[in-house]
T-cell receptor, first 114, second 112 residues
């Protein structure tokens, strides 16, 4: 196993609600990236945190926001949930945000928006 | 145009067959290339990195052609346990923290 953990495993919300997903990075890793994977699609990059600062962002609206804590764990917050937000949310940790640094994925949180 | 494109399949092959997956990418400045494997409803797991010189890991061989912006994965002597979705992955640029760009995945089913 990668040592990357995510909680909760599954979540059901209704449109308009807010959700917080959590990720604990692998020991020694200071970088966390979040991805959204819709059914039948590859994961899409949401944003990355490096040493508690946002270090890059994909094409997602501002209602997707994040946070990284001093222990390098991270949260993904989504406000005003829409039906299309239903997906598997993956976090990945790496030792640094470089192109040579392998990203290790957690098991994901499966979010269903009704 | 999507940054990473791959044939979604599905590829249905008998045990013992050789199967090849292909992938193209659009960003010529990309510096890292990978194949990830994803089992149904699980997280992606790194299968192998892909180097310009080509690399092999047991029954798996990966090739990279930078001039054509083309990546391939060859699986020899397919096993039932190889059934999964194979994701072609290319790193982004420094503005995104070298975030990974994934293709949609190619589905492989190995049958007895």
């Amino acid at each position: 196993e990668t040592g990357v953990t995510q909680s909760p495993t599954h979540l059901i919300k209704t449109r308009g609600q807010q959700v917080t997903l959590r990720c604990s990075s692998q020991s020694g890793h200071n970088t966390v990236s979040w991805y959204q994977q819709a059914l039948g699609q590859g994961p899409q990059f949401i944003f990355q945190y490096y040493r508690e600062e946002e270090n890059g962002r994909g094409n997602f609206p501002p209602r997707f926001s994040g946070l990284q804590f001093p222990n390098y764990s991270s949260e993904l917050n989504v406000n005003a949930l829409e039906l299309d937000d239903s997906a598997l949310y993956l976090c990945a940790s790496s030792s640094n945000p470089g192109y040579t640094d392998t990203q290790y994925f957690g098991p994901g949180t499966r979010l269903t928006v009704l | 145009r999507k940054e990473v494109e791959q044939d979604p399949g599905p590829f249905n092959v008998p045990e013992g067959a050789t199967v090849a997956f292909n992938c193209t990418y659009s960003n010529s400045a990309s510096q890292s290339f990978f194949w990830y494997r994803q089992d149904c409803r699980k997280e992606p797991k790194l299968l192998m990195s892909v180097y310009s010189s080509g690399n092999e890991d047991g029954r798996f061989t990966a090739q990279l052609n930078r001039a054509s912006q083309y990546i391939s994965l060859l699986i020899r002597d397919s096993k039932l346990s190889d059934s999964a979705t194979y994701l072609c992955v290319v790193n982004g640029n420094s503005n995104s923290g070298y975030a990974l760009n994934f293709g949609k995945g190619t589905s492989l089913l190995v049958t007895p």
